[in-house]
T-cell receptor, first 117, second 113 residues
Framework: GAVVSQHPSWVICKSGTSVKIECRSL??????MFWYRQFPKQSLMLMAT?????????EQGVEKDKFLINHASLTLSTLTVTSAHPEDSSFYIC?????????????FGPGTRLTVL | GENVEQHPSTLSVQEGDSAVIKCTYS??????FPWYKQELGKRPQLIID?????GEKKDQRIAVTLNKTAKHFSLHITETQPEDSAVYFC????????????FGTGTRLQVTL
């Protein structure tokens, strides 16, 4: 149980285009989903917290107009990187939280490697 | 906000030896401390976690200790094996804030034969 999927697993795009990444919780309902970015040989940095049916909460320094997050259902959150540039190339990982007070663990997706040419 | 520091950044041990990774956190409200193992290009895998009402937790070769007063927690791996080689991350969260995780900077563990 507690499986989270991401799609696509990797994507290569041209500078200036937009890329959408999907994060799905397959066997549980995720009240909250998180989006992280990980540059090579660095740690995971939280970009935003996504709550179903409400606006995402972005971390300081993350541009909300560039990284659009939609959490339209309890099993799906999407991250759209708009007007992508080479510096946006990174490993994007989502995680999902069941939302129960007794369950602290987040379940991570397999990640999406974005390369912007 | 929370700040998590992790040491060392790299650690090389011989197979069979023990490895210890240490983390400190800044927010006294943090009450959940997971440890993750990440292999290259893969998702982080939870290997052990501890809540603030417990001082120590063990699972076979892996143990975690927590000192709330000093705000630090440590990962102990005994009888290391080559397959333990990976990057390990500590993290901290306050479950009252929807479990937002703050990660440490990571430790690259290399277990040599």
């Amino acid at each position: 149980g507690a499986v989270v999927s991401q799609h696509p697993s990797w994507v290569i795009c041209k500078s200036g285009t937009s890329v959408k990444i999907e994060c799905r919780s397959l066997d549980f309902q995720a009240t909250t989903m998180f989006w992280y970015r990980q540059f090579p040989k660095q740690s995971l940095m939280l970009m935003a917290t996504s709550n179903e049916g409400s606006k995402a909460t972005y971390e300081q320094g993350v541009e909300k107009d560039k990284f659009l997050i939609n959490h339209a259902s309890l099993t799906l959150s999407t991250l759209t990187v708009t007007s992508a540039h080479p510096e946006d190339s990174s490993f994007y990982i989502c995680s999902a939280h069941p939302g129960t007070s007794t369950h602290n663990e987040q379940f991570f997706g397999p990640g999406t490697r974005l390369t912007v040419l | 906000g929370e700040n998590v520091e992790q040491h060392p950044s790299t650690l090389s041990v011989q197979e069979g030896d023990s490895a210890v990774i240490k983390c400190t956190y800044s927010d006294s409200a943090s009450n959940y401390f997971p440890w993750y193992k990440q292999e290259l290009g893969k998702r982080p895998q939870l290997i052990i976690d501890i809540r603030s009402n417990v001082g120590e937790k063990k699972d076979q070769r892996i143990a975690v200790t927590l000192n709330k007063t000093a705000k630090h927690f440590s990962l102990h791996i005994t009888e290391t094996q080559p397959e333990d080689s990976a990057v390990y991350f500590c993290a901290a969260s306050n479950t009252g804030t929807a479990s937002k995780l703050t990660f440490g900077t990571g430790t690259r563990l290399q277990v040599t034969l």
